[in-house]
């Protein structure tokens, strides 16, 4: 028998005689302590809550019927095949460039995501990766700051190749008023956030694979966001169009306030879950 697979074959046999039968779930076999009891009822609150809450979204978006219009204006109707192609493109788009960058500079691309790294141990992608302690302050600012001026050179660029006006901007739609658009950026930016955290920030076998799972969940949120708020979740994404158009709606603070409580949301959930220490609840889950 060759050197590595017999450690391999010694290590997981010490990892299920620790753990219970290789057979069954390891966390099945771990005491019913207090905080082992948490983790686990906390952790399928929360997964069943955002499970539910993207299927419900989509469901709803899907089914609703169109706003009454205005006196000689048209109906308003979810075009279905638009919103999908939308977001398979945001979905992609974010899967293979942080797939290609991401052992270049971790493939943040979102200010949002960086900001939560120091208090965890990682602006949103920027923002959460230095509240989790991921990014140094003087990392995370001039991170930021090239995540602006790339959104903004993005948008003149396809202004400028692309003919007709630029219909990139994030405004709300689908009848939302300005709180509903505050809170749906917020929840959606949660959702990404926390993804990245679990997939990138914390290291485990199938990290390499962490673009995939990310992009996923890109495009999972812009299915739900696309239609009420453009699906932002970035406040670089939202500021290029916006600088390129010199279009700054009244409520355009929503794109950077609910990018920013979305990313604390998460990094806060993932700092109760360290605390506890999570991984203790379901061990040995990367053989």
Known sequence: MRPWRR??????????????????????????????NIVASLGEFVGTFLFLFFAFAGTQIANTPPPTPPAGGNPSVPNISNLIFIALVFGMSLMANVWAFYRVTGGLFNPAVQAGAEIITVP???????????????????VIVAQFLGGIAAAAVVSALFPGPMTVATTLGGGVNVAQGLFIEMFLTAELVFVIIMLAAEKHKSTYLAPIGIGIGFFLAELVGVYFTG???????????????????????????????????????????????????NPGQDW
């Open 7 to 36: 450690h391999r074959m010694l290590s997981f046999a010490s990892e299920a005689g620790q753990h219970g039968s290789p057979h069954r779930l390891p966390m099945l076999s771990q005491p019913s302590t207090r905080r082992n």
């Open 124 to 142: 949103q992608v920027a923002l959460a990766l230095f509240l989790v302690g991921g990014l140094s302050t003087i990392r995370t600012v001039v």
């Open 231 to 281: 699906g932002s979740l970035n406040p670089a994404r939202s500021l290029g169009p916006a600088v390129v158009n010199h279009s700054f709606p009244t409520y355009f603070w929503i794109y950077w306030l609910g990018p920013l409580m979305g990313s604390l949301l998460a990094c806060s959930f993932y700092v109760l879950l360290k605390y506890l220490r999570w991984k203790e609840c």
